[in-house]
Structure formats: structure tokens, C-alpha cells
């Protein structure tokens, strides 16, 4: 694991995140912000409610640790009927509204470049929103190809990384190689990782961490 992510898990993390509740019309979403100095931010999506899918997830809360010691503004949010979040479960379509929001709660911040990172049912709703807005190469976890459709013919040079374990029965190792083909994305397959990374985490973490500094030093390249 990256030695910046290691100092937020010694305890500093907790203090970074501030409860932020947003939203669109009636459906107010509860999230977890933590802020920045740098230029970039990122929205992540959780994987399913209906099976118990929320912010509080482990994967969910190291891709915002991860990212965050990239420098990266992070925002997690509770899918609408999950936690304090109003509304009820929309099978994907609400959800890419509520995934909006959280993209429009970051531009309200004063951030421009935001990527999306989702787990699971949170790659599949992330993946619906992205030719609706003008956002980065998005982070896939473990999306799950075998249980959704996925239009990966819209998607190609919207998906930046995508992460899953080689023994993940819902993304395929070898379906996702030729899908990360097609899309000219960036694959890391973690060995002997499952669906939900157990004992997995850091080579996770390390994943992101890597792609994660190397968007900033591009944003800032081309800045100067």
C-alpha cells in the first residue's frame, strides 16, 4: 500500500470527510466530501442496495482514501433510499440522477475535472452517465458484466482503469481483457482477488494510487 494512503488509515482520515447532504428536486443524498487543494475530483458510487450496498462499504471507503492521498477531492454518497438518503431504489435509472447530483455538488465545490469511480452496481449506474457529461476516464472496480449491460461501444475513451480479481465469477477475467481491449483502458487483474477483494485491499488501493498520481501529473502538465 502507498505510505500516503498507510498515514490516512492510521486514524487522520476520519477528520478529512465532512457529511454534505445534496441532491435534485425531492431526493436529497447523503454523502462524505473531503476536499482537496488539488484541481481534481472524484464522485464513487457504491455497489448494490438491495444487497446492502452503501458508502460505508470497504472497497467504497478505500477508493476514497486511495484517491484522496493523490490529491484528489473525493465525494461518497449514499444511493437515494440507502442510510439518510430520501427516495427509493430506481433499478439504475434514479441512481444515474443521484450520480449527477454528486458530480454537480463537486462542480459547485469550484472543481472541473472530475472522474467517476464505481464498485459493482456503482461501475454499472457510473457507466450510464458518462455521455452525459463531460468528465474524465472513469475507474471501474470489479464491474460486474456478467450480471448488467454494459454499452461498451459508447464507452471507449470514456473508461480510464479498470480493476477486478481473477477469480471474480461477475467480471470474467478473460471477457474483461478483450472489453478493456476494445476500449484501449488501462486492466489491472489482481491474482487470487474475488469479487469483494478480501485480503485484497492493498493491491487494490496500490492500483488506484498508481493511476491516480499519473492523471494529476498529466492535469498538470497540462496546465503548464
Not at 484528489?72 to 444515474?96: A, K
Not at 449506474?125 to 448488467?148: C, D, E, K, T
Not at 486492466?187 to 487494490?204: C, K, M, T, V, Y
Request: glycine share 10%; with cysteine.
Amino acid at each position: 500500500m502507498p505510505n500516503d494512503v498507510k498515514s490516512l488509515r492510521t486514524g487522520a482520515w476520519d477528520e478529512m470527510e465532512e457529511k454534505k447532504f445534496f441532491g435534485r428536486g425531492s431526493i436529497r443524498l447523503e454523502g462524505l466530501y473531503a476536499h482537496s487543494a488539488g484541481a481534481m475530483g472524484a464522485v464513487i458510487s457504491h455497489p448494490h442496495p438491495l444487497m446492502g450496498g452503501d458508502m460505508g462499504n470497504p472497497i467504497v471507503e478505500t477508493l476514497a482514501e486511495t484517491l484522496f492521498a493523490a490529491g484528489i477531492s473525493t465525494l461518497r454518497f449514499n444511493f437515494r433510499g440507502v442510510g439518510r438518503s430520501t427516495g427509493t431504489f430506481d433499478d439504475g435509472r434514479g441512481e444515474q440522477d443521484d450520480v449527477m447530483a454528486a458530480v454537480s455538488f463537486l462542480e459547485e465545490q469550484g472543481i472541473r475535472e472530475i472522474l467517476t469511480a464505481g464498485y459493482s452496481f456503482g461501475a454499472w449506474v457510473n457507466a450510464g452517465i458518462l455521455n452525459r457529461r463531460n468528465l474524465l476516464p472513469a475507474i471501474f472496480v470489479s464491474p460486474p458484466i456478467n450480471l448488467f449491460h454494459f454499452d461498451f461501444q459508447t464507452l471507449r475513451g470514456k473508461a480510464g482503469l479498470i480493476v477486478c480479481g481473477d477469480r471474480d465469477p461477475y467480471c470474467p477475467a478473460e471477457r474483461i481483457k478483450s472489453v478493456a481491449a476494445d476500449l484501449a483502458c488501462r486492466l489491472e487483474i489482481i491474482p487470487g482477488a474475488d469479487h469483494f477483494f478480501q485480503s485484497r485491499e492493498n493491491d487494490l488501493a496500490a492500483c488506484i494510487h498508481d493511476f491516480a498520481m499519473q492523471r494529476m501529473s498529466e492535469s498538470q502538465d497540462q496546465v503548464a
